[in-house]
């Protein structure tokens, strides 16, 4: 079946072309996108060729990670249904997370505009909300799984690092679960955008004093979605005894982390990757009643054949970039 994508044809380079999807089998879906998210941490090391599996960095000596066809979450609607599914129906308004595609490094992707699914990765959409609200689901289910894995009661304290979206949806999280949360980013823009707590310049290291004034007991929670290990080690000396580390971020091949250090306070640590059908469904109800917001961290949306020019601005950075949507209505398909 054919098909268009948005393809890693190379290390930093992006192209918008047919691809070929295989024929639907009775247990699957195929859904007509609408609109997918772009994650631009996570994809983004894939088109530098850093990833060759999910959180799988890429070593030398490794396979050549190209082509491979970006991304991981969408909205659309259906538009086939196998014999075997009998929850959903052409028509139907959804989320759907990877499809199959044919001649790829990786058999799967997001970012295509005619999706071969497996039942499991599409979810009907809740009525009345705006389907765009849910684009970026897999990604959203990303900071309410670091926000809602560790043991917090209301009024404890929690630090968050990373101003970006998984950053934003964490904090997002702790704050509805009661915590008194710090964000700390090197953006003022982005930092921004979060409303429910303290936030915090990174500049200048200065942040860590500051937080550790607002905690003087030592916080319960502390969350690094950006990956580092220099991070981990600091954010040891903020929590308290008995507290919760959360690592949110990909580490790349410089992961070790000493485990010592975290004993001596006899510390937890939550390791968050992934997502399951369980919380993909409690994400989309947090979405749909607005405790978690991602409308508002939408900040450019490009028709999908300008997908590199989008991609450009996420790697340049050439003005401030939050959620950036590629829109497939009226492409050619």
Sequence with gaps: MKSKAVVFT??????????ECPEPAADQVVVRVSHSWISNGTEGSYLRGERVDGDTPWRPGDPH??????????????????AEVDDLKVGDRVFASIGKIDGMFEPRG??????????AAVLKLPEGVDPLAFSGLVLTQVGYNAGIRPRISPGEGAIVVGDGLVGQWTAQMLAARGAKVALVGRHPNR?????????????????VEKVAALFPDGAQVAVDTVGSIALMDTLQGLLRRFAHLVSAGFYGPDDRLELQPPRYKE??????????????????????????????????????????????LIETKSEPVMGVILDWEGSPR
């Design 110 to 119: 997001g970012h295509v505009s005619l999706s071969v699914c497996p039942r």
């Design 267 to 312: 510390l937890s640590i939550d390791l968050v990757s992934g997502a399951t059908p369980e919380r993909l469904e409690e994400t989309m109800k947090l979405v749909a009643d607005g405790t978690l917001d991602t409308l508002s961290l939408i900040t450019h949306r490009f028709p999908v054949e300008e997908a590199a020019k989008a991609w450009r």
């Design 10 to 19: 190379d290390r930093n380079t992006v192209s918008f072309q047919d691809v």
């Design 65 to 82: 990670p190209f082509p491979i066809v970006a991304g991981y979450q969408k909205v659309g609607v259906v538009e086939w249904v196998g």
């Design 191 to 207: 930092l921004a955008y979060f409303k429910q707590g303290e936030t915090f310049l990174e500049e200048g290291g200065k942040w």
